[in-house]
């Protein structure tokens, strides 16, 4: 799927004559200065909705989320960065990002001093950049098909971090792809998932993950993480909240903390 659907179009339509030409000229037609004016304030009109709330930071891509109504957790890991690292500190050293737009988070991760960062995107990459292919030819990102065990050896990174992922899977899968998830890191998994009620674009979904998101309640989660014998990570859940509240940190997505298999 993609979640970034196309620019939608938008129509300025007439809300019927100005009163004042009206009542001057009835019958004749608008001066082409006059329409040229207002086509031109509409331009500037429609740049500033578009530029408004983003502080002149907000990617397209981000944009284009907050359009259609749903919330990228990709994005909110990228938020959420100094929080993790508050929490996790030196688990920090050695990061794979798994989910979708898994190059931003890459990117963002390798900004971080004393910070190692891989990514694997679960479907295929599109509107690759510059900066994406670089990473992909850096074997830094891959593409892998999440359902099935994942090319690294146990305990390979400190820490995973999971978004926008999980909840294109059945449970049928996600008995496979957590515990696979648990394997491959040392200190700790992070799952950042959506919020139940959560609206998204069906048939963009539809086109690229073969299946809507299902938004997931944290009551569900807790209660699959035990059924598949994953335990709650404590101590990171209590500092990754001290942290949250001393930064006025709120998160956008849920956001789960397991222990690593031993």
């Keep these: 799927m ?10 300025f339509a007439d809300g019927g004559s100005l009163p004042f030409v009206g009542s001057m000229h009835s019958k004749s037609r608008s001066s082409p200065l006059l ?22 930071r907000t990617s397209d891509r981000e944009a284009l989320g907050n359009a259609e109504g749903g919330v990228s957790c990709t994005s909110e890991v990228q938020r959420a960065i100094p929080i993790l690292k508050k929490a996790y500190g030196d ?7 798994v989910g979708p737009d898994t190059c931003l988070a890459v990117s963002s991760l390798l900004k971080e001093e004393d910070t190692e960062a891989w990514g694997v995107e679960p479907y295929d990459l599109d509107d690759v950049s510059a900066n994406c292919k670089s990473l992909v030819r850096k074997g830094l990102v891959r593409v892998a098909d999440i359902k099935f065990p994942l090319p690294y050896r146990a305990k390979s990174f400190s820490l995973v971090v999971v978004s926008d992922a999980l909840d294109y899977l059945s449970p049928k899968y996600l008995n496979k792809t957590l515990p696979e998830l648990a394997r491959v890191s040392a200190d700790g998994l992070v799952i950042f998932s959506g919020h139940p009620g959560q609206q998204r674009v069906k048939v963009a979904e539809m086109s690229k993950f ?10 569900w989660w807790i209660r699959y993480f035990v059924q598949i ?34």
């Design 2 to 11: 993609s979640r970034r659907p196309g620019n939608p179009a938008r129509r």
């Design 35 to 56: 329409s040229i004016g207002l086509l031109v304030v509409g331009a500037i009109l429609l740049i500033g909705y578009l530029y408004s709330g983003s502080g002149g």
């Design 91 to 97: 688990s920090m050293r050695k990061v794979l990002h």
């Design 210 to 219: 073969g299946r809507p998101a299902k938004f997931r309640s944290s009551s």
């Design 229 to 262: 014998g994953l335990q709650v990570n404590e101590p990171a859940i209590k500092k990754f909240e001290q942290a949250s509240l001393k930064k006025s940190y709120k998160p956008a997505c849920q956001v789960f903390h397991l222990q690593s298999h031993d």
